[in-house]
């Protein structure tokens, strides 16, 4: 398909559905071990510039626990739970190689990073000395109403459809990546 769907905190992602639908887990565990599923995250849904650097760890340790009590296997090598306001303090790319992960996924500092001419991915270096790539990108989208219905008025042609998708969703992440979108 060339995109794939990532799990970026158990307790939100996963309880619900261990809650409320239990039976999909086999189908969610097989879209896992395809690798259409990337399970990138820890147990809550904290922020690096929130919590002591303690209570960061405890999460990565309990939600990499937690999935692959689910998801025995499960290749867990991306973290991807920035997403407010800051990437985190300097000791985040050690904090990740200690715990397991060989990349970073951020979703908000867009605009600030974009201002500053940051590239969407660069290696982010410690105060250690530890590498850790980073890719940041959308946080979100399609949340206003009018383009909803902008959405909701192309989709019956595909092809103005994926156009206006692209140039609304995607574009402006191309302007400073040599990564293809």
């Given at each position: 398909t060339g995109f794939k769907w990532y799990m970026d905190c158990f307790r939100t992602e996963l309880v619900p559905v261990i809650e409320r639908r239990p039976e999909l887990i086999p189908e969610i565990r097989r879209f896992v071990e395809s690798g259409d599923i990337e399970i990138c995250g820890g147990f809550a849904n904290v922020r690096p510039n929130m919590v002591a650097e303690e209570s960061y760890v405890r999460n990565?340790?309990?939600?990499?626990?937690?999935?692959?009590?689910?998801?025995?296997?499960?290749?867990?090598?991306?973290?991807?739970?920035?997403?407010?306001?800051?990437?985190?303090?300097?000791?985040?790319?050690?904090?990740?190689?200690?715990?397991?992960?060989?990349?970073y996924r951020a979703g908000?500092?867009?605009?600030?990073?974009?201002?500053?001419?940051?590239?969407?991915?660069?290696?982010?270096?410690?105060?250690?000395?530890?590498?850790?790539?980073?890719?940041?990108?959308?946080?979100?989208?399609?949340?206003?109403?009018?383009?909803?219905?902008?959405?909701?008025?192309?989709?019956?042609?595909?092809?103005?459809?994926?156009?206006?998708l692209y140039e609304k969703e995607l574009a402006q992440y191309t302007r400073n990546t040599g990564v293809d979108v």
């Open positions: 990565m340790a309990i939600g990499r626990e937690k999935f692959l009590s689910l998801f025995p296997g499960a290749q867990i090598s991306v973290h991807a739970e920035s997403v407010d306001v800051a990437l985190g303090h300097p000791q985040i790319p050690q904090l990740l190689k200690k715990g397991g992960f060989r990349y908000r500092p867009y605009q600030v990073m974009e201002k500053k001419g940051l590239r969407h991915e660069f290696i982010w270096e410690g105060l250690d000395g530890s590498r850790v790539p980073v890719w940041w990108g959308e946080y979100g989208g399609m949340i206003w109403p009018e383009e909803v219905a902008a959405i909701q008025q192309k989709l019956p042609d595909w092809e103005e459809l994926v156009r206006y």
